[in-house]
């Protein structure tokens, strides 16, 4: 009886009000709960850091290994910074949208009609691109369509090279930027730098470099999930 009546009359302006706002704040709270697993993932690379130039300052023979560990969690910890960025940029944009379609709905029960607003297509076209919000955006965008609150349906995502277009490559000068600011006066020599080993003394395998490794294959992955 239910399916008969949706197929016969359309939902109501409230009806269509709560759908939109029910999927917005689904939207708001998955991006809340990426945007903190990104600020745990900040911190451990933080730590990371720290620790590998700890290992560093207890065993010279190490320091280069060391510095090389440490410019590549201060990579790992940019991409992590611009994933967070740009999560809390689409969590604004999602909540205006909010505010521009309730707006919208009380514009229509006051005047008995509604009008296509083009500032809410646009927003809606820019968050339906984020992978993250792909599939319950576009489910959003066929709800505003039915109220008459955006005129067409929203297009496809960006490919992910091109939404992620300049993440790949961190400039060595933002890398030293984040060493000195972990590391401050102890930040770790040039990669480059070649370090001299004490005479008949050879490197030991540090036993916390495989689960360095394998923290920081994790990290990434967790990263890589957030994008996906």
């Given at each position: 009886?239910?399916?008969?009546?949706?197929?016969?009359?359309?939902?109501?302006?409230?009806?269509?009000?709560?759908?939109?706002?029910?999927?917005?704040?689904?939207?708001?709270?998955?991006?809340?709960?990426?945007?903190?697993?990104?600020?745990?993932?900040?911190?451990?690379?933080?730590?990371?850091?720290?620790?590998?130039?700890?290992?560093?300052?207890?065993?010279?023979?190490?320091?280069?290994?060391?510095?090389?560990?440490?410019?590549?969690?201060?990579?790992?910890?940019?991409?992590?910074?611009?994933?967070?960025?740009?999560?809390?940029?689409?969590?604004?944009?999602?909540?205006?949208?909010?505010?521009?379609?309730?707006?919208?709905?009380?514009?229509?029960?006051?005047?008995?009609?509604?009008?296509?607003?083009?500032?809410?297509m646009k927003d809606v076209n820019t968050l339906v691109k984020m992978p993250e919000l792909t599939g319950t955006m576009r489910e959003l965008s066929q709800e505003l369509v039915?109220?008459?609150?955006?005129?067409?349906?929203?297009?496809?995502?960006?490919?992910?090279?091109?939404?992620?277009?300049?993440?790949?490559?961190?400039?060595?000068?933002?890398?030293?930027?984040?060493?000195?600011?972990?590391?401050?006066?102890?930040?770790?020599?040039?990669?480059?730098?070649?370090?001299?080993?004490?005479?008949?003394?050879?490197?030991?395998?540090?036993?916390?470099?495989?689960?360095?490794?394998?923290?920081?294959?994790?990290?990434?992955?967790?990263?890589?999930?957030?994008?996906?």
């Open positions: 009886m239910n399916t008969l009546k949706s197929m016969i009359w359309k939902p109501s302006p409230e009806e269509q009000k709560r759908r939109c706002n029910h999927i917005i704040r689904h939207n708001t709270r998955q991006l809340d709960r990426d945007i903190a697993s990104l600020k745990g993932l900040e911190g451990k690379t933080k730590n990371f850091i720290i620790q590998a130039n700890k290992r560093a300052q207890r065993n010279p023979a190490q320091k280069k290994q060391a510095a090389q560990e440490t410019r590549i969690f201060a990579k790992e910890l940019i991409r992590v910074r611009r994933q967070h960025a740009r999560l809390a940029t689409s969590k604004a944009q999602l909540q205006s949208v909010g505010m521009q379609v309730n707006e919208a709905f009380s514009v229509r029960k006051i005047e008995g009609s509604i009008k296509a607003s083009t500032g809410i039915k109220a008459g609150i955006i005129e067409e349906m929203v297009g496809d995502s960006l490919p992910d090279n091109e939404l992620l277009d300049g993440e790949d490559e961190e400039a060595e000068s933002e890398v030293d930027k984040v060493l000195g600011e972990l590391l401050q006066d102890r930040l770790p020599e040039n990669k480059t730098t070649e370090v001299e080993r004490p005479e008949g003394v050879a490197v030991q395998p540090d036993e916390e470099d495989e689960d360095q490794q394998e923290l920081l294959d994790q990290m990434r992955g967790r990263l890589e999930a957030l994008k996906s």
